[in-house]
């Protein structure tokens, strides 16, 4: 089961009403995704269960027993790696009007990741400052977003996920700061 609490005015809880959240509040994540699903292949599977989450600055990513990654949060900075067009505005007034249009907020939604090799699954994630890194079991790494001081990659107003590889190392692991980050590998 997910818990989550404290500011939420970005949705980076999980909870799409803005609202913050002061002590431990369950996350129905099942629900939240499937309700804001635009497809089937958005939706999470009745047997699909949580298996690692990370929190990032504004923004939340969670792994999936099937290797998916869902995404929430602040998405300004393309960390999210979801079109802009699926942001919802917080209206609730404890934002400023301009930063809360500006700020992308994203519920949770199932990342599509088109640039997948077929050989290859999401085996970690990490929510980053203003990215998110995903590991692969064949040890590359991806990620989306504007971290590491790099400019945004924009495809149709959707941020790309590019491959961010360490040449001859196999990553296992990567932890992510405000401009740098921390990868284990073989």
């Given amino acids: 089961d997910l818990w989550a609490c404290g500011k939420n005015n970005n949705i980076e809880l999980g909870i799409p009403d803005f609202d913050d959240r002061w002590s431990p509040t369950p996350v129905d994540l099942h629900s939240i995704v499937n309700e804001n699903a635009r497809n089937e292949d958005e939706k999470l599977h009745s047997d699909e269960t949580i298996v690692s989450i990370s929190a990032g600055n504004m923004h ?4 999936t027993s099937q290797g998916r990654v869902v995404v929430w949060g602040m998405n300004r900075h393309g960390q999210c ?52 890194f995903m590991i692969l ?49 073989r």
């Fill in 137 to 185: 079991d064949n040890g590359r790494m991806m990620r989306v977003g504007a971290g590491l001081g790099a400019d945004i990659q924009m495809q149709n107003d959707s941020p790309a996920i590019m491959h961010f590889d360490a040449p001859g190392l196999n990553v296992t692991k990567v932890a992510s700061g405000w401009r740098h980050i921390l990868a284990l590998a």
């Fill in 60 to 63: 939340s990513a969670a792994l």
């Fill in 81 to 132: 790696g979801v079109p802009h067009e699926r942001k919802l505005v917080n209206n609730t007034g404890n934002l400023p009007a301009d930063l809360a249009e500006s700020a992308c907020a994203i519920p949770p939604t199932v990342l599509s990741i088109d640039q997948l090799p077929a050989d290859a699954q999401v085996s970690h994630v990490e929510a980053g400052f203003y990215d998110t």
